[in-house]
């Protein structure tokens, strides 16, 4: 498991972030109110179904959406600044730089009419002084660093001339070429073979160990998270309803969300002629969101509290953090249902 | 969970269907800037072909002698040509030959490119032949092949329609035609065949209803296309003969009194222009209404 | 690359062959007789048989068209009727101009267009981005010939800044050649301006939408290179297509505007030699027109093939 060393000073330090989008039907708020610190050398997973806001989470903190179509409230503190207020000139120097991002297709992700070498070293050659030659030097430096075969010919090559995990390795060499404090991983290995994920995954668990370098890895993928992140955020609907360090998640889930993705999880020695658990109804949508606990239509622990107050996050023993009324009993009952 | 046995009312539900789609396709059309301002345009000029010349006392021929080159006034709002003859009246007779030209080119080549492209993706041998055709036709430019026609056809109103008619029909068949081949693909036309439908049950009743929507597109540029065609025509002295005052005519003459009447010039060109815009846009809208998918580039 | 330059080359052959083939038996079809107009109406009826043996006029039709294509593929076109040179000395004579024209146009339709394209893409939905659209749509809608005589409305009659019509070759200096082209080449390059500056505009939007741009930014890449570097490099391709297209388009323009602009061009040559049943000097030209076309269709790929690796590479498997 992840980190190596964990300083009591957090990196980056994410408050209250809410991002909204303008669209034809009114305000859609996809971040609503998250906060959240990462620590140094650690691998924060942050999980939930397509559209909790995971993704727009990861995209608002280096401020990628354009922003005459998406307004960002709160702050977003890293070395002593603040990201939402600094200038586009300013933002540039540090995306890429202090902080790093891969994506989830790496296909797509890549620009097709350039080789990855150039693509590489211009994340390189933006941020720091030096040479053609020196930049290109570090390019094969970190191609092998991220098991990279013959990278001298590599080089020359196009995207789409790699395999999909190979197309990987180089969107994660281009995240680690000015060698940033906090890497954003949206997905990584969603669109990879089975085979190809797990070696991506030790890969950058491989990292995180080697150059102490903080992990935000966005999924939806549990048992990912189980093998390789050190504390985990449950996100739904826009909003953090559970922080955990990761045993605690896995064998202490306190919201009823949490706890219902724990059950869902197949188990090769479960009973088989039970039928797959499966959490009641579906996601609203962010133009509908209900009055109250955002999860209470599909919670069996539901009541008339939860349906018209909306709870807060509350601590509950060392780092864990639920959004539940009723947390503190549920967690009893929720004992039972994991060994 | 039991299926409830009560009786639904199958056209009730039919029907509020019904209404519930057409409130949405209304509110498209009414959001369609293009559609709308270009439909009005269209109409607008429509309406002056069928009727103006209904309204006016005198004949778009009528000279005034004395009165030639008169600048646009309370009397004569575009003004008199060379010989004298109102400007506005011969615009407004015009409208009747030009866009009257424009329609029925657009619906022949229309007619004709629907049954050649349709064709042409069903059958491979067609295809072939008439896509080379197609290709020679389009290969040349337009004007050039419709000057061509006209001088061997000689000029008349109907050889115009014919010629242009001849240069537009390769473009809406291969727009046709690649519909036509994507739609071909589908499972619903497999499943048709299999339900043992005749090629020619398939074609029309399946594949060519399918193709109409980017068809209509088309056409309407072919519209436009024709009106300028056919008063480039008119303006080389090779389209329909004067003193018919198709557009293309009255500029012809504007153009030798450039210096004098300025206004023989400027106001059938921008009647022309007008009709473009209004064109064009209704092409547009149309496009974005019936194809979203192609306008997501254009928007 | 090589293989699918000739396969193309190859494909082109039948599309001359139908072109030509299609244009003889119009002209064919055209009433009136070459040599009856050379020797005019007075001429009596034995010397305008002997000049039609001379033209071999008199020939069946089929034997016509085979003795000409014969010819063709030998590289003799034949002669005017009309004017005392053979074809390809009276093609080649009004070759420069329509170059010359065609060139200027496209170069000030890409020089409006690109940068109008990429400015409204880049403030999409703003009033830049609307008026660039109008403006577009007002210069597509707009006949070149029109566009011509609202030129010389405006600036040759009122404004007096550029002369109404005339060429004058490159030879007589820089100037004095561009001065007859400009006011053409605006008529010829608006319309094409529009319909560069729409495809621009739509290639940009669609590029800025993807996730490679996504990357460029979070690696800190300034906004103006990723939309110069990364952007323009992957709209290119589509922008080069309608380029393309419209420098084929051009070839069409020029007949009208050559002739409003009393321009020497081979567009005015094509319209007198239908005008004048100057048969010889139609199917010759319209033989070339073609050609060129089928010519810059295949410079057109192959630029695509170096602004693409995909496809370059593609060829080479």
């Not at chain 1, 503190?77 to 300013?90: I, N, T, Y």
């Not at chain 2, 006209?150 to 291969?174: D, K």
């Not at chain 3, 008026?131 to 707009?142: P, R, T």
Request: proline share 4%; with cysteine; hydrophobic share 50%.
């Amino acid at each position: 498991m992840g980190g190596a060393t964990m300083d009591k000073e957090p990196i980056l330090e994410v408050k209250e972030l809410k991002t909204s989008f303008r669209t034809e039907r009114g305000k859609v708020t996809a971040v609503d109110g998250v906060s959240f610190d990462v620590f140094k050398g650690e691998i924060l997973g942050v999980v939930g179904e397509s559209g909790c806001g995971k993704s727009a989470t990861a995209q608002s903190i280096l401020r990628l959406y354009d922003e005459k179509q998406a307004i960002h409230e709160g702050e977003i503190c890293f070395e002593g600044k603040e990201l939402l207020s600094l200038r586009p000139s300013e933002m540039d120097k540090v995306r890429g730089n202090d902080i790093s991002m891969i994506f989830q297709d790496p296909l797509s992700s890549l620009n097709p009419v350039f080789t990855i070498g150039n693509q590489i070293a211009e994340a390189i050659l933006i941020h720091k002084n030096v040479s053609k030659r020196e930049a290109y030097a570090r390019v094969l430096e970190l191609l092998r660093l991220t098991g990279i075969p013959a990278p001298e010919k590599r080089i020359h090559e196009y995207p789409h001339e790699l395999s999909g995990g190979m197309r990987q390795r180089v969107m994660i060499a281009m995240a680690l070429a000015c060698e940033s404090k906090v890497m954003i991983a949206d997905e990584p290995t969603t669109a990879l073979d089975v085979t190809i994920q797990a070696q991506i995954m030790s890969m950058i668990v491989e990292l995180n160990q080697k150059l102490d370098m903080g992990v935000i890895l966005i999924t939806h993928d549990l048992g990912v998270v189980a093998e390789v992140c050190t504390r985990v955020v449950v996100m739904y609907l826009g909003q953090i309803v559970e922080e955990a360090d990761v045993k605690s998640l896995f064998t202490r889930p306190l919201h009823p969300y949490t706890q219902g993705l724990m059950k869902s999880i197949a188990q090769l020695d479960c009973d088989r002629s039970q039928p797959l658990h499966v959490i009641k109804g579906t996601v609203p949508s962010l133009h509908q969101i209900p009055e109250g606990c955002r999860f209470a239509p599909r919670c069996p622990f539901a009541d008339d509290l939860c349906r018209s107050k909306m709870p807060p996050l509350e601590q509950y023993g060392t780092g864990q953090k639920a959004r539940c009324w009723h947390a503190a009993t549920i967690s009893e009952e929720g004992e039972a249902i994991r060994a | 969970m039991t299926i409830s046995s009560e009786n639904i009312d199958l056209h009730a539900v039919k029907s509020a269907l019904k209404k519930e789609q057409n409130k949405i396709l209304f509110r498209q059309i009414m959001t369609n800037g293009s559609l709308v301002v270009g439909f009005v345009i269209i109409a607008f000029l429509m309406l002056v072909a069928l009727f103006g010349p209904l309204l006016i006392a005198h004949d778009p021929n009528t000279m005034d002698v004395l009165n030639r080159f008169a600048a646009p006034s309370a009397d004569h709002w575009f003004g008199t040509d060379n010989l004298g003859r109102d400007v506005l009246v011969r615009v407004i007779y015009g409208a009747r030959i030009s866009m009257g030209i424009g329609v029925a080119v657009a619906i022949i080549a229309s007619m004709a490119g629907l049954i050649v492209g349709i064709y042409s993706s069903y059958y491979k041998w067609l295809d072939h032949l008439l896509m080379r055709i197609s290709d020679g036709i389009m290969a040349f430019p337009g004007l050039l092949l419709a000057l061509a026609l006209m001088a061997a056809l000689g000029g008349r109103a109907s050889n115009v329609v014919i010629a242009v008619s001849i240069v537009a029909t390769p473009y809406i068949a291969r727009v046709v035609r690649s519909e036509a081949l994507a739609l071909k693909e589908q499972t619903f036309v497999e499943a048709t065949r299999a339900l043992g439908a005749s090629d020619t049950r398939i074609i029309w009743r399946h594949i060519a209803p399918n193709t109409l929507s980017s068809l209509i597109v088309q056409a309407t540029f072919i519209f436009a296309e024709a009106i300028i065609v056919e008063a480039a025509l008119s303006f080389l002295g090779a389209g329909i003969p004067p003193p018919a005052p198709s557009w293309g005519n009255i500029l012809s003459d504007g153009k030798t009194y450039i210096y004098k009447a300025w206004w023989m010039t400027f106001f059938p060109g921008m009647t022309i222009t007008l009709a473009i815009i209004g064109l064009n846009l209704f092409g547009d809208g149309l496009r974005d209404l019936l194809d979203p998918h192609s306008s997501k580039a254009t928007k | 690359m090589k293989t699918y330059l000739f396969k193309r080359l190859l494909a082109a052959i039948p599309v001359l062959f139908i072109v030509s083939t299609i244009v003889f038996f119009i002209l064919q079809l055209t009433p009136g007789d070459p040599a009856l107009v050379i020797l005019g109406q007075e001429a009596t009826v034995d010397e305008v048989e002997d000049l039609r043996q001379q033209l071999k006029l008199d020939r069946p039709i089929y034997e016509q068209y085979f003795n000409w294509l014969f010819n063709a593929l030998k590289g003799d076109l034949g002669e005017s009727y009309f004017m005392n040179e053979s074809v390809i000395e009276a093609i080649l004579s009004h070759l420069g101009p329509t170059i010359s024209l065609g060139i200027l146009a496209e170069i000030i339709a890409i020089t409006l267009a690109l940068p109008l394209g990429i400015l409204a893409a880049r403030r999409k939905g703003s009033v830049t981005d609307q008026s660039v659209m109008a403006f577009s749509l007002l210069g597509m809608s707009i006949p070149n010939f029109l566009l011509s005589l609202f030129l010389i409305l405006v600036f040759s009659v009122s404004w007096r800044l550029l002369p109404v019509a005339g060429y004058a070759p490159l030879s007589d200096g820089l100037w004095e050649h561009i001065k007859f082209l400009i006011l053409p080449a605006f008529a010829l390059g608006t319309a094409h301006a529009a319909l560069i500056a729409r495809m621009t505009r739509s290639a940009m939007l669609e590029v800025l939408n993807a996730n490679y741009i996504k990357t460029a930014r979070a690696k800190g890449v300034k906004e103006k290179w990723v939309i110069y570097k990364h952007a323009l490099r992957n709209a290119f391709l589509p922008i080069l297509t309608v380029i393309g297209q419209s420098f084929l388009g051009l070839m069409g323009g020029t007949a009208i505007v050559e002739t409003i602009f009393a321009i020497p061009g081979i567009g005015q040559l094509i319209v007198n030699g239908v005008m004048r049943r100057d048969y010889a000097i139609v199917q010759g030209a319209v033989l070339y027109v073609t050609f060129a076309f089928v010519f810059i269709n295949l410079a057109v790929d192959m630029l695509y093939g170096i602004v693409n690796p995909q496809v370059r590479l593609d060829s080479k498997k």
